[in-house]
């Protein structure tokens, strides 16, 4: 056992679900921040009666930038909280809508692969405001494990 504590980001509702498990830097041997900053993901989905697993390349841009969205809903109800990866591969788009009641739908759009033509699997869940603390302390653990370095306008909280 090496006492590190399991890393995932996990939305799930009814059956359906999306987990996010980031694996390892990839490391580009760049002198560029911005390529330094990118985390091999294992994706898992099942949206009906459609499932899959693939991995993607996101940034700890992403995951500090949806942490700080989602935090935000918490506290507004009534608001937009998005992961999607910043680079643009398009592996995984995640769209949180607060109704300001303290329900949350979310709009999942998965992609198998970057560039033209990949796969797509778009599907509906919904959460209610009681899940969202639970959400931001697994993000919170991503983003202690994978900190952005370099200089970005965004900061780990």
């Known amino acids: 056992m090496t006492g590190r504590q399991e890393l995932y980001f996990e939305l799930y509702d009814s059956g359906d679900f999306v987990r996010l498990e980031p694996i390892d830097l990839i490391n580009y041997n760049s002198e560029f921040d911005w390529d330094r900053n990118f985390i091999k993901t294992r994706v898992t989905i099942k949206g009906g ?8 390349e996101f940034m700890t841009v992403d995951f500090e930038n ?11 109800l009534n608001g937009i909280a998005n992961f999607y990866d910043i680079e643009g591969y398009g ?12 329900h949350f739908e979310v709009k999942v759009l998965a992609r198998d692969r970057s560039g033209i033509n990949p796969c797509e699997l778009t599907f509906k869940m ?8 639970e959400l931001v302390n697994q ?13 970005f ?5």
């Open 49 to 56: 009666k459609f499932s899959g697993q693939y991995n993607g």
């Open 66 to 76: 949806f942490k700080q969205e989602l935090s935000k809903l918490y506290d507004n």
């Open 91 to 102: 592996y995984l788009d995640l769209k949180i809508i607060g109704d300001s009641l303290g």
């Open 126 to 133: 919904s959460f209610d405001q009681t899940q969202i603390k």
């Open 139 to 151: 993000l919170d653990l991503i983003t202690k494990e994978y900190p952005i370095i370099g200089d």
């Open 153 to 157: 306008k965004i900061k780990n909280e």
